[in-house]
């Protein structure tokens, strides 16, 4: 099983690192928009920066990378890294929205203002850094759940917040009564009609590309454990396997009890053996007890030991002094 949990341990490393540069970037890049008040070639700086759905999609990622990260610390602490259904997902749909202002940046804003406009000072984390670690992160090292086309829809639901919110602030409210001027140019420059049969369909896009890209890394790395797991397991005792992995990882250091029952239970599928996860998991909580037990033992022995000595030793330099 080392191998197993080595891949595992892995993969939640670069789901730190990934998480929190991205966290990094977007907490440079939107403070940078925020201490710059004027700005030539545009409109939007300072607390008028939230306006921008660059900044808004990318401070939603970010959140989303946020949540990732106790669980990557936790599973690094346990050897059991496992992320909730509703963390993935909320990272999908944070994802979903920077590929979507990566993509508009690169392929529209970039060609009509300059690819070194966009790309330089506080763009370059927003526009480009933050969307491209987003996407890397998620497809290959937060691979923990299978997505479906439901998790699709879910992750058009910022993209149609913010739509919903720029329609109304721009027309209905106006710029004139505080609101938005149409900075976009979606209801000036073009028909209503276009940015509506364009922009939801293009994010669906975008989010089924994702969805594929996660599911290969997902399937990839489901394979690799089925053919581990059916190796190291041919024609070997279960128990014997459990009660070997929960004696390495006893500690007397450690003393709350993980016991890694998402392991176990692939090892039960791809063993064949007739045990219920239940009796599997007893087996390692016996022996992981166990084995913390004979370590504490050994650890309050050695204490005790090196107590003895030093009274001995105490008393003997109080012997010598008595003597003097």
Request: charged content about 20%; hydrophobic content about 50%; some cysteine.
């Amino acid at each position: 099983m080392d191998e197993t949990m080595k891949t595992t341990m892995r993969q939640c490393k670069f789901a730190l690192v990934s998480a929190a540069v991205v966290v990094i970037c977007v907490c440079i890049g939107v403070t940078m928009n925020l201490t710059t008040l004027e700005d030539e070639n545009f409109d939007h700086m300072g607390l008028q920066t939230f306006c921008m759905f660059t900044v808004v999609s990318n401070i939603f990622c970010a959140a989303g990378m946020a949540m990732v990260i106790p669980y990557t610390l936790d599973g690094l602490r346990t050897r059991n890294y496992h992320m909730p259904r509703w963390i993935v997902n909320v990272v999908y749909m944070g994802v979903t929205a920077v590929t979507l202002t990566f993509l508009v940046s690169l392929f529209i804003l970039a060609p009509v203002k300059g690819f070194l406009l966009i790309f330089t000072g506080s763009r370059f984390f927003l526009h480009a850094i933050c969307p491209i670690l987003a996407i890397d992160a998620f497809c290959f090292f937060m691979s923990e759940k299978r997505l479906e086309l439901k998790d699709s829809l879910l992750a058009l639901i910022p993209v149609f917040i913010y739509a919903v919110i720029y329609y109304v602030m721009v027309v209905v409210v106006g710029a004139e009564n505080g609101g938005w001027s149409d900075f976009y140019g979606f209801l000036t420059r073009l028909p209503t009609w276009v940015p509506l049969t364009v922009i939801m369909p293009l994010t669906f896009l975008i989010a089924t590309v994702i969805r594929v890209l996660h599911n290969r890394s997902f399937d990839r790395r489901k394979a690799e454990e089925a053919a581990h797991f059916t190796a190291v397991l041919r024609n070997t005792d279960i128990r014997t396997t459990i009660r070997a992995m929960a004696a390495s990882h006893s500690s007397a250091a450690v003393m709350d009890v993980v016991i890694p029952s998402r392991v176990i239970a692939l090892m039960l599928r791809y063993s064949g053996s007739g045990y219920t996860l239940e009796e599997c998991c007893e087996i390692y909580l016996q022996e992981y007890l166990r084995g913390s037990s004979t370590i504490a033992e050994e650890s309050a022995w050695s204490e005790g030991k090196d107590s003895e000595d030093g009274e001995a030793a105490a008393n003997a330099v109080s012997g010598e002094r008595k003597s003097d």
